[in-house]
């Protein structure tokens, strides 16, 4: 069971929330430039990575605000959560010595 | 009846309240404080069950959790449950428990056949038989099933209701033993919020089975002043009779609460039977303790052997001492304990310990109490006889401990208690992903790192720390480090009392036991696992067939799957694996702890969520009306819609079809509030519109309303409905009932994360309007008649939307229409949707107005060839292949979905289209859903060109008419072509537009 | 290999069964074979088998990173059934269905397969709409289909209630479905596969391919390089990770699936009853357990476990339909992760690189499809080009848009 912050309402439980696959995919400016290989790969193909995995979620039962999610597949730990727009953030996140989810600051 | 296995004094029972209670139609005394198990041993009751597989008589084996023989069919009628531990089941007046898994007792089973024949029964037997024939493997199988099960599932509904709450706290603390009770006192004091469960119902764990001293007085007394003091605390909650079943991450738990059920069905009152706890706790400490671990010795299973600790316990906190002359058979020093208190309690008692020169204070002090002690020895065989042990034979063992020599001795008994060691309870840990380590000098494997979402602590014999002193100084300062890092900076860990304790010395690493024959190779069987029947025979059969992974091994011995998830046997199957492959433990690996530590009651994870409260019903605001005016109801996604509304005598057809007449000859009604509504506002409002819809939507003015196809990005229809300008930049959109939430939530992904930068806001207001639709010929009439207005074409053209009072009460009127005739959709706050549905038909009276159902919705609209999306449409279906090509804008630029169209697959011909099909017999009504075969062959298979979507008998055009998706329709149109129903039979149909009613609005 | 059968078990009986051979042998991994299988699940042992039973391919090894049957196959609610809309799907499912008929007998392995009957009920008219068009094209594919009134689901399952939230309208019945025993479809293939000259090798992970000109020549593995004239991927639940290994990406997300068991009772249940809308699919194993599947996560994730909550949306339908499981006890719960694609059916096919084959995708339901799935891409990966069955299920589909889409054809709408 997931403990997830909302960067607008801060942690909640999983229940709250909805996953919406992976994020940081744009939808092409012009589609009808692309070839029908790479529009099947914008509307079905995804990375879906053993590991580090940024993805949407939205608070569905709180804010109903979509944000983005840095989660470990393997470990389910959640690393980061961003609001839209904001960069990608990268490992390894060592603002002053925790992560901003779910382990606490020591 | 006497009690004649109960002490004459101490123990944890409350003597001055005796129970009576039941076992196999058998009346028996016992007293409140006592186990169903513990009240047995009290009344000589030793045959409790019959084991999985071969039937064979089983007692009671331990007094807790682990239990894998005991296991009881509780109550009966609706209250029954099968499987209950008897060593877990708290005795109340009037208690009835049967055995079970036998026929037609439990001293004379007939399933005992399996016994004799277990030879031909090892590990995986049935993977190698029952294959001929082939024909009668179901046959077989009956037989298989009828012998496998346990207990019985009860037949009527659950009597009891069951309750569930969520928790927060700072620090959760798993166990109340020395342990778990120091952790939660260092904790409270610092005002941290902490909860501590233990699964018995008296805190303490193993101190109220021993007879340890803290400080200067028994342990006891500072148990009772540490939960006292707990009491007291306002931000401690104490939760006895709570098995901590499952850690999920990010530290959250369930936990267990038998609320009631010690005081039995009939006691319970209004009470809860059991509570749900979901916990999510900051940190949590690990407090659960250990198990012992059996020695594994020839017939090890029969009814008079249990653990040593077990045996502790009955005669310390039970008051029960269970045999008159007791032989103890242990690799330790532990089980020294259990002698001395037996034999301080009455019993003769002799020890036979496996080491070569057991020494040290406590085998002086069984020595010195006149125990006598069998060396380097070995029980080989048990004689069992009329439910009981009667004696062991006892050999010595040779060098290595493989195997024994010399001649048997024959020793008198009625009680064998075992110990092997202790094993830390480490489920939890698993189950929450912690790595376990395998300790070489204890034989065990204990918690390692943490996984990184479960922060906490592990104390006291979980991890296999074993000394009451470091289990109380553990269990303090891992309390008080918990609260440290949740925030409260006052911690420190409460004062660790002075526990003294006899030393104990190393154990003999030897778990199997040889006897005369080889292990495995003879009559007399090693059970490694006493609930599933698993031998030590068959793990070595499993290995010499190459089941030698943990996993395999488990699953083709079936060791480890009872109800017990084998608590007491996982570990000495390792070790026989192990053995086996010349390797250690650890190499072998552990198999994965799931959860629930304990069975979970479904009812418990049910909660209130059942009945009246399992899924919500919404109901619109006329719904009260409805129910009055005999409407029976469709469940339409969450919603109940009227379905038809019979008169008397009337069945569904007839209502229909006087529905669908009414409503084209005069004027119909019906509740339209369940579409989805939603409020659209915002600068860039247009701009959504024109990229989740298909066509244009630029040119739409203020009042004026356009119906829209919505796509996923493949291109298929997904949803439909009109959207409404209402002013500048606001816009009123409707979806399809089930789609609602579906839709708002598009939108809302599409604006959040992919156009963040338009300024556009979306409400969903579907429950804030009632809808009433009005619709035939005398609509228009009928609205007239309570709204002073002009409703004529010019005044209110086709495709608006005008706001004026409707009976005085304010309205959004739509002029739109699902009907194909004039109609008029009365949105009004709905509040006043009642009002507004009554006052229409009160006036509808002088109109002859008809209300109806969602039956006759359908049938007016497919008279007009108007489709349902998610009925005509399944997700695989563009506005093309519908025939809408009109809708899809050629010069609007891009929108969701369009790139889609120009695939392959999308833009061949020949693809599944949509027309209307006529049956030769105008009175045949094709079933919705079959198919149109081409040819029509005498039987399946048949080449299917499509099926049918829907379909009805329509009253206005006379005649059966139906839609249909097939393959390359609009060219068919004119074809006559076959449907090929499921009774074998079929029906010619033409294929031909799908509007079946020409003419008006 | 010895036969199974009533007599070798009497034989072996006299002495205490000690001459039982291995099942499947444990050899070091050769430098070459002209078959590797990366996956040794059902699917893929099954590939192994019919690689060397049917296509006279026995230089063949599967390769498992854990123990056989570890993954998915050993994870299931072990329903069989071949009762799906689409032709495409109707084709390879009951392809399975016919194998797994006589699958024992095959094998020489009792894999249990019980065609105890398997109901999926109606619970509103949109649902009735739905299986009446799936009754109608299963039975037009010539595959055993019958529909049910609630009083006839009432005599099979007498304690169901009918009139629960969402009340039971009817039900379609696949007489020919039901159960198999899941362990023991791996290892009835592996004992047969090996017994054909088929290496089965454990413990041992692929890290990477060799790749020349496009080519696959070989795979990479924690027990060193294995060449391999050709290639065929079965991983369920690591099949974007293999594939991102050979440098392409897949349209399959990776979720957690649950399932559980109640304690074992005396026999109650004796047919499967699925339900759709209620989410409540159960049926009652030999053992005595009644194996109820849950739902899956909506995240990707490889962790094999899901979230309570599932449990809770799982448990609460049961109930409600079976009100007599109320004091039923959760034994046991487990995740596993299945791969699932947009259209929920699988994809089996070649791929960008020359010689090397997937099939994966097989969501929430590859465990009926075992035999079938083994047979066509056995035979696939023989002849370098697909088998009919398997043709329509070309990772291509995604790219012109001719999905086989039997997620949407039951989605819910109006």
Aim: aromatic content about 8%; some cysteine; charged content about 20%.
């Amino acid at each position: 069971m997931l403990l997830i912050e909302c960067p607008w309402c801060g942690q909640r439980d999983q229940t709250e929330f909805h996953p919406h696959g992976e994020a940081h995919i744009a939808r092409p400016e012009d589609p009808d430039a692309l070839d029908e290989a790479a529009w099947g790969d914008y509307v079905f193909f995804r990375k879906n990575p053993k590991g580090l995995h940024y993805e949407r979620w939205v608070h569905s039962h709180g804010c109903r605000r979509w944000f983005n999610v840095m989660r470990d597949t393997v470990t389910d730990h959640i690393h980061a959560s961003y609001k839209p727009g904001d960069p990608k953030p990268e490992l390894p996140i060592t603002a002053d010595g925790g992560d901003t989810t779910g382990t606490p600051k020591t | 009846m006497s009690q004649p296995y109960r002490l004459d004094t101490g123990g944890r029972i409350n003597r001055a309240k005796p129970l009576r209670f039941w076992y196999d139609n058998q009346g028996y005394d016992g007293f409140e404080g006592d186990t169903l198990a513990s009240a047995l041993l009290a009344n000589g009751v030793f045959l409790v069950g019959r084991s999985f597989k071969y039937h064979r008589p089983r007692g009671v084996y331990s007094a807790g959790a682990e239990e894998p023989n005991a296991l009881v069919q509780l109550e009966t009628g609706a209250a029954t449950e099968p499987n209950r531990r008897a060593t877990e089941v708290e005795l109340y007046g009037e208690l009835n428990a049967a055995s079970q898994n036998c026929w037609p007792s439990v001293k004379y089973d007939l399933g005992v056949v399996n016994s004799w024949f277990s030879r031909l029964l090892p590990a995986g037997f049935y993977y190698k038989t029952f294959m001929w024939p082939a024909s009668l493997w179901t046959t077989y199988e009956k037989f298989i099933r009828r012998a496998a099960g346990l207990g019985r599932s009860p037949m009527e509904p659950d009597p009891d209701h069951y309750d569930k709450t969520h928790a927060h706290c700072d620090v959760l603390v798993v166990g109340g033993g020395p342990a778990g009770l120091q952790a939660a006192l260092s904790a409270g004091r610092t005002g941290a919020r902490v909860i501590l469960a233990d699964d018995k119902p008296e805190f303490g764990g193993a101190l109220l089975s021993g007879r340890d001293v803290i400080g200067d007085a028994p342990a006891t007394e500072w148990v009772e002043a540490t939960v006292a003091e707990l009491q007291g605390m306002r931000e401690v909650t104490l939760l006895p009779r709570t098995t901590v079943t499952g850690y999920y991450d990010y530290n959250f738990l369930v936990a267990n609460e038998r609320v009631s059920e010690h005081l039995g069905p009939r006691g319970r009152g209004e009470a809860p039977k059991e509570r749900l706890w979901k916990i999510r706790a900051k940190q949590v400490v690990l407090a659960t303790g250990a198990i012992e671990r059996p020695l594994v010795f020839a017939d090890n299973d029969r009814p008079g052997i249990m653990l040593a600790g077990a045996l502790r316990s009955y005669v310390n906190r039970y008051a029960v001492l269970p045999g008159r002359r007791i032989v103890v058979l242990t690799n330790n020093d532990s089980a020294y304990l259990a002698a001395l208190d037996a034999k301080d309690a009455g019993a003769a008692v002799e020890i036979v310990d496996t080491r070569t020169a057991p020494a040290g204070e406590l085998v002086d002090r069984a020595r010195s109490a006149g125990i006598p002690v069998h060396e380097n020895s070995a029980i080989t065989g048990v004689n069992y006889r009329g439910g009981r042990v009667r004696g062991v034979e006892v050999m010595q063992l040779d060098s290595d401990g493989r195997g024994v020599r010399g001649v048997g001795d024959k020793l008198n008994c009625d009680l064998v208690a075992v110990s092997g060691g202790w094993t830390p309870t480490v489920h939890l840990f698993s189950q929450a992903k912690g790595k376990l380590r395998y300790l070489d000098d204890e034989h065990c494997f204990v918690p390692g790192e943490r996984a990184i979402n479960n922060r906490g602590f592990e104390v006291g014999a979980c991890r296999a720390s074993w000394s009451l002193e470091t289990c109380l100084r553990e269990g303090a300062e891992a309390g008080a480090a918990a609260a440290l890092v949740t925030g409260f900076d006052r911690a420190e860990p409460a004062p660790s009392p002075a526990a003294p304790e006899p030393a104990q010395g190393p154990l003999r690493p030897l778990w199997i036991l040889p006897t005369v024959h080889p292990v495995g190779r003879g009559p007399r069987k090693h059970f490694h696992e006493l609930h599933n029947d698993s031998t030590v025979g068959d793990i070595e059969l499993a290995a010499r067939e190459g089941f030698v992974s943990v996993e395999h091994l488990k699953r083709y011995t079936t060791t480890g799957m009872g109800t017990d998830q084998g608590k007491t046997s996982n570990i000495n199957a390792l070790s026989v694996m192990a053995d086996l492959q010349g390797a250690a433990i650890p190499a072998v690996g552990t198999t994965t702890f799931r959860p629930p530590y304990t069975p979970l009651t479904f009812g418990s994870i049910v909660g209130h969520d059942r009945r009246e409260l399992f899924l919500q019903k919404r109901k619109t605001a006329m719904h009260p009306w409805h129910e009055k005016h005999g409407a029976v109801f469709e469940d339409v996604g969450d919603w109940k819609r009227p379905y038809y509304f019979p008169r008397a005598g009337e069945t569904m057809h007839d209502a229909v079809q006087r529905e669908c007449l009414a409503a084209r000859t005069g004027v119909g009604m019906i509740d339209a509030s369940t579409l989805g509504k939603i409020d659209i506002r915002g600068r860039d409002a247009l701009k959504l519109l024109n990229m989740v819809y298909t066509n244009a939507w630029d040119s739409l003015k203020p009042g004026r309303c356009r119906y829209g196809l919505m796509l996923n990005e493949h291109g298929m229809v997904f949803d439909d409905g009109v959207t409404t300008c209402l002013g500048e930049n606001h816009y009123h959109m409707t979806t399809t009932t089930g789609g609602a939430a579906r839709v708002m939530n598009w939108l809302e992904e599409w604006l959040q994360t992919e156009w963040p930068h338009w300024e556009v806001y979306c409400t969903s207001v579907t429950e804030q309007w009632a809808v009433t639709t009005i619709t035939g010929p005398r609509a228009r009439d009928l609205l007239a008649s309570l709204a002073d207005q002009p409703l004529d074409d010019d005044a209110f053209p086709f495709m608006s939307m005008q706001e004026f009072p409707v009976a005085g009460i304010p309205a959004r009127v739509f002029r739109i229409s699902f009907t194909g005739d004039t109609a008029f959709e009365i949105n009004v706050k709905a509040r006043y949707g009642l009002a507004l549905w009554e006052a229409l038909a009160e006036a509808g009276k002088a109109f002859d107005l008809c209300p109806y159902g969602t039956e006759t919705m359908h049938v007016l609209r497919a008279e007009k060839g108007f489709i349902i999306a998610g009925q005509d449409t399944d997700g695989t279906v563009t506005p093309m292949d519908l025939g809408m090509d009109w809708i899809v804008s050629k010069k609007k630029g891009d929108f969701i979905g369009r790139r889609s169209f120009a695939r392959t697959d999308t833009a061949r011909e020949g693809r599944k289209q949509l027309v209307g099909l006529l049956t030769e017999d105008p009175a045949f009504v094709l079933p919705e859903g079959s198919h149109v075969v081409e040819p029509l062959r005498e039987k399946p298979p048949m080449n299917m060109l499509g099926h049918v979507t829907s379909s009805y008998l329509s009253p206005n055009a006379g005649r059966s008419i139906a839609m249909a998706l097939i393959r390359d329709g609009f060219k068919r149109k004119g074809q006559t072509l076959d449907v090929s129903l499921m009774d074998g039979s079929s029906q010619r149909v033409t294929v031909t537009d799908p509007v079946f009613l020409r003419g008006e609005k | 290999m010895n036969r199974y059968s009533i007599f070798s078990l009497l034989r072996n009986a006299v002495n205490y069964h000690q001459d039982w051979q291995r099942a499947w042998r444990s050899p070091d991994p050769k430098r070459e074979y002209d078959v590797v299988i990366v996956g040794g699940g059902g699917h893929g042992l099954a590939t192994a088998y019919y690689l060397a039973k049917e296509c006279g391919v026995t230089n063949v090894a599967v390769i498992e990173k854990g123990w056989i049957g570890g993954g998915n196959t050993g994870r299931n609610t072990t329903i069989v059934r071949s009762n799906y809309l689409y032709d495409e799907s109707a084709g390879i499912y009951e392809h399975a269905l016919k194998l797994w008929e006589g699958l024992s007998q095959e094998l020489n392995y009792n894999v249990m397969f019980s065609p105890r009957g398997l109901l999926h009920l109606a619970h509103s008219v949109h649902d009735m709409q739905e299986i009446g068009r799936r009754g109608s094209a299963i039975r037009l594919n010539g595959i055993d289909s019958e529909f049910l009134s609630p009083a006839q689901v009432k005599e099979m399952v007498p304690f169901i209630n009918l009139d629960c939230r969402y009340p039971v309208m009817g039900a379609l019945l696949q007489r020919r479905g039901g159960t198999a025993r899941h362990d023991a479809v791996a290892w009835g293939y592996a004992r047969a596969a090996d017994d054909l000259g088929v290496d089965i090798i454990q413990n041992c992970e692929v890290t990477g391919f060799r790749i020349e000109d496009n080519v696959v020549t070989g795979v990479d593995t924690s027990r060193g390089m294995i060449g391999a004239k050709k290639v065929g991927c079965v991983v369920a639940g690591h099949c974007s990770v293999l594939a991102s290994m050979a440098g392409f990406r897949l349209p399959v997300e990776s979720v957690p699936l649950q399932a559980l068991v109640s304690e074992p009772i005396k026999p109650v249940l004796d047919c499967v009853v699925m339900s759709g809308s209620v989410h409540a699919y159960i049926s009652q194993s030999d053992k005595g357990e009644l194996v109820i599947g849950a739902g899956s996560d909506l995240y990707n994730s490889y962790s094999q476990r899901g979230s309570f909550d599932v449990i809770e949306e799982t448990v609460g339908p049961v109930v409600e339909l079976y009100p007599i499981f109320s004091r039923m006890k959760m034994l046991r719960q487990w995740g596993g992760i299945v791969d699932v694609t947009v259209d929920r059916s699988p994809i089996l096919g070649t791929t960008p690189v020359k010689n090397l084959f997937f099939n994966c995708g097989w969501g929430t339901g590859g465990f009926k499809a075992t035999p079938g799935s083994g047979h066509v891409f056995a035979h696939s990966i023989a002849r370098g080009e697909m088998h009919p069955v398997a043709e329509p299920f070309s990772i291509n589909r995604f790219n012109t848009g001719a999905l086989i889409d039997e997620g949407a054809a039951a989605a819910v709408a109006h």
